[in-house]
C-alpha cells in the first residue's frame, strides 16, 4: 500500500525508511534508522527527482504509481549517482517506455559504470543552468561537484522555490510519520543525526560546500527537499547557520569535548579528575567519551561541534592507543581544522603518545596545542596534580579568551 506525503499542491513525497540496516554506507551506526527521499512533481509534464535504496523499492513504486494515478512518468532527474539513490532507474525506465532521465554528463558516466541497462535515446544531459519546463514549474540545474561526489547538482523549482539538494541538508533517522522540520523537535535527536550526517559524510568537502553556498546565496528558497531526513521549511536559517560553521570548521561552540582511552582505568581517572576540577571552576557541558566504546562517527561530530578537544591516551607499543589512532585519522581525512587541543599521555615504561598525538594534529590545519601537556606514568599520583591543574587552568584561559 503507498505511503506518501503532500510536499506542496503539486509535489509529493514517494520515499520511504528503512528501519532495518544497522550500519548506513556498511560503517556509520544508524540506531533511528535512514529515510530515502524521492519527490513526485505533476505538472503538464512529470518529473521525479531521484529513486531509493533498493531496500525499499517495493514502497517506493507503489508510492509513485499511486501519486500518477494512471499518467505516464516523463523524467527522472538524477542529482545523484550514489546507488542508495539509484537503485530503481531501471525499473522505472522499463515502466515508462517514454520516460527520459535527466542527469549531466558525469551522472551519465556513472549510470554506465554502475548499470548495464540501455540508455540509447533515454537521457538528457544537462550543463549548469539549464532549465527544464513541466509548465507551470521548471527545474534549474544547479552543479554542485564534490558535495559530495563529483556528478552532484542540485535542482532548483522556480515557481515554488524548492530546492532539491541531494546528499546535503540531509541526516541520518528515520521519518516517524512527520515530513516537514516543524513537524519534529529537532533538538531532540535529529540535530545530533544530522550534525553526525554532516560531519562523516560531506565533512571533508568544505570548500565544496562553501562554493555552494555562495552559488545559491543570491537565490529565495522556501524549502529543501534532501535525500536523507526532513524537509526543511521553517529552520532553514538554523540549518543555513549550521553548515556556514560546519564548512568553515568553525566550531558550533566555545566548549569542551573529552576523548579518552583506558586499558586499566589510569588514564580514565586522570580524566575524570581533569572534568570534575573544569566542572568546579565553572566550565559547563563538558562531553566525554571513550574512544573504545564510542562509534568514530559521533566522535567526529562532536568534534565539529566543539572549540576544544581533550586527548587522553595511553602509549601501546611505542605508538597511540590504536582507538585514539582510529579517531586522529578520522580528523585528517575529514580535513577537521581550526581546534585547540589539550593533551594528555600515559606509559608506564617510555610514554611517546602526546609526541605521536601531535604529530599527527600537526598534519591538519590550525590546530593550536595547549600546554602544559601531561604525562603519566602509570597511575595518577599527587606530584602530577599540579601538571592537571596547570591544563585545566590553560583550558580554561582559552575557553575565555576571544
Ligand atoms: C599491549 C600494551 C602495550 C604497551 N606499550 C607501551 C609502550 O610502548 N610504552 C609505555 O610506556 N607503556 C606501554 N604500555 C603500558 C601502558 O601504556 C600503561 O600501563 C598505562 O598506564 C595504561 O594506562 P591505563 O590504565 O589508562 O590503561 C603498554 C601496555 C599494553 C597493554
Redesign the pocket.
Known amino acids: 500500500m503507498y505511503c506518501t506525503r503532500a510536499v506542496s499542491d503539486a509535489v509529493t513525497w514517494v520515499g520511504g525508511n528503512d528501519r532495518r540496516l544497522s550500519l548506513f554506507e556498511n560503517l556509520f551506526p544508524i540506531p533511528r534508522g535512514v529515510t530515502y527521499n524521492s519527490y513526485l512533481i505533476l505538472d503538464e509534464k512529470t518529473a521525479l527527482i531521484d529513486t531509493v535504496d533498493a531496500s525499499i523499492s517495493r514502497q517506493f513504486l507503489e508510492n509513485i504509481m499511486h501519486t500518477l494515478a494512471g499518467r505516464h512518468l516523463d523524467y527522472l532527474v538524477v542529482n545523484h549517482m550514489e546507488p542508495d539513490h539509484c537503485a530503481n532507474i531501471e525499473e522505472l525506465l522499463l515502466r515508462f517506455p517514454e520516460l527520459k532521465v535527466v542527469g549531466n554528463a558525469k551522472t551519465f558516466t556513472l549510470m554506465r559504470q554502475f548499470y548495464d541497462f540501455d540508455l540509447e535515446g533515454r537521457i538528457i544531459t544537462v550543463v549548469e543552468n539549464d532549465t527544464l519546463s513541466l509548465g507551470a514549474h521548471t527545474l534549474r540545474f544547479v552543479f554542485t561537484p564534490m558535495v559530495h561526489w563529483p556528478e552532484v547538482m542540485m535542482t532548483y523549482e522556480e515557481h515554488e522555490h524548492i530546492l532539491f539538494s541531494a546528499d546535503a541538508f540531509g541526516s541520518f533517522g528515520a521519518l516517524n510519520g512527520h515530513l516537514f522540520d516543524d513537524e519534529i523537535d529537532f533538538e531532540c535527536g535529529w540535530m545530533a543525526d544530522t550534525r553526525r550526517y554532516y560531519g562523516n559524510i560531506v565533512g571533508k568537502y568544505g570548500p565544496q560546500v562553501q562554493a555552494a553556498l555562495n552559488k545559491l546565496s543570491g537565490v529565495e528558497i522556501r524549502m529543501v527537499c534532501p535525500l536523507h531526513g526532513p524537509v526543511w521549511r521553517s529552520g532553514l536559517d538554523r540549518l543555513l547557520d549550521k553548515y556556514r560553521h560546519w564548512s568553515t570548521y568553525t566550531p558550533e561552540e566555545r566548549s569542551v569535548a573529552v576523548f579518552y582511552g583506558?586499558?586499566?582505568?589510569?588514564?580514565?581517572n586522570a580524566v575524570n579528575i581533569l572534568t570534575s576540577r573544569l566542572a568546579e571552576a565553572g566550565v559547563k557541558n563538558i562531553a566525554v567519551y571513550d574512544v573504545s566504546s564510542t562509534h568514530v562517527s559521533t566522535m567526529i561530530a562532536e568534534v565539529f561541534r566543539c572549540s576544544h578537544l581533550v586527548l587522553a591516551a595511553?602509549?601501546?607499543?611505542?605508538g597511540v592507543y590504536p582507538a585514539m589512532l582510529n579517531l586522529l585519522h578520522d580528523m585528517k581525512a575529514l580535513n577537521l581544522q581550526n581546534r585547540t587541543v589539550a593533551l594528555m599521555e600515559?606509559?608506564?615504561?617510555?610514554?611517546s603518545c602526546a609526541r605521536q598525538m601531535r604529530a599527527l594534529l600537526e598534519e591538519m590545519k590550525s590546530m593550536e596545542i595547549l600546554e602544559p601537556v601531561v604525562t603519566?606514568k602509570?597511575a595518577l599520583k599527587d606530584d602530577s596534580l599540579a601538571q592537571l591543574d596547570a591544563l585545566r587552568d590553560a583550558l580554561i584561559a582559552s575557553l575565555m579568551a576571544e
Open positions: 583506558s586499558m586499566y582505568g589510569d588514564t580514565e595511553p602509549t601501546y607499543n611505542n600515559n606509559g608506564s615504561w617510555a610514554p603519566l602509570s
